[in-house]
């Protein structure tokens, strides 16, 4: 396999705020079907790549291509058109919206509360948004207003509004933080099944939750790599050890 087989090739990313160098010379490949969680301690540089993938932060220097296209010089909303969505810690839903309108609105030819107001619902996009809250385990729940759901539903709300416009590189940062055990292990199942057909790129602190999900595991230190390969790998690194599983 070449580097541009990968879905995601990130080559010699380095990002400085004042000197500081927050991302170290990162290359990192993700590939289609994998699903890859990224740790670290604190302050490693987790937020950051994925603020540099999507956009939200340009990089100083390096590259990142998506599906062979740079995102380097492209603005967040070209990134979020060509494939790439991300999911923060804390759910950007619609509270006073059931789970059907959320996922309206969030349908690619329906985005916008004012969109939704004049948007015809076609039988194609009904039926996308039943996929999807099956999908999410929210069927039951679609006539519910969002405020209504548990915590953790409303986490796979949000995943649901992602995943109705087709991404093909999913970025979620602490998807399982304050869910309960079951909600947990509901979420795993949920993120096998995403991973199938695309990448997904998560940052966790969990990591019984990691040893459950992870394809692959990067870790982080300091801005630079420390070991990358498979979670029983990086487990036994020494160095992985001495700095973050140790503790
Ligand atoms: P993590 O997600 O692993 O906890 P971050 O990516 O949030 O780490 O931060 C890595 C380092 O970069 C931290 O020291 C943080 O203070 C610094 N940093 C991140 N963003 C900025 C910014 N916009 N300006 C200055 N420093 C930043």
Not at 89 to 103: A, D, G, K, R
Not at 142 to 163: D, P, R, V
Request: charged letters at 25%; aromatic letters at 6%.
């Amino acid at each position: 396999m070449t580097n541009t087989d990968f879905s995601l090739s990130i080559e010699d990313l380095t990002v400085s705020f004042d000197g500081f160098k927050a991302v170290d010379d990162l290359t990192l490949y993700i590939d289609k079907n994998e699903l890859h969680v990224v740790i670290g301690p604190n302050g490693a540089g987790k937020t950051t790549v994925l603020d540099l993938i999507c956009g939200k932060t340009k990089s100083t220097s390096g590259s990142i291509k998506f599906l062979n296209q740079e995102l380097t010089s492209l603005s967040e909303h070209e990134i979020v058109r060509k494939g790439v969505g991300r999911k923060f810690q804390t759910p950007s839903i619609y509270e006073n919206l059931s789970v059907f309108e959320n996922l309206e609105v969030s349908y690619p030819e329906g985005r916008g509360v004012f969109g939704s107001l004049v948007f015809k619902r076609s039988a194609k996009v009904m039926a996308k948004i039943h996929e999807v809250a099956q999908q999410i385990m929210l069927e039951d729940e679609i006539e519910t207003e969002a405020a209504l759901l548990s915590h953790g539903q409303k986490q796979w709300l949000e995943i649901g509004m992602l995943l109705i416009q087709d991404p093909q590189l999913l970025m979620l940062d602490e998807p399982v933080a304050g869910m309960s055990v079951k909600e947990r292990e509901q979420t795993a199942e949920l993120l096998n099944k995403i991973s199938q057909g695309r990448s997904v790129l998560v940052i966790e602190h969990d990591m019984e939750f990691v040893e459950r999900i992870a394809h692959r595991v990067t870790v982080l230190h300091q801005g630079k790599i420390l070991a990358s390969g498979k979670m029983d790998e990086v487990q036994k690194d020494p160095k992985v050890i001495e700095v973050y599983l140790g503790h």
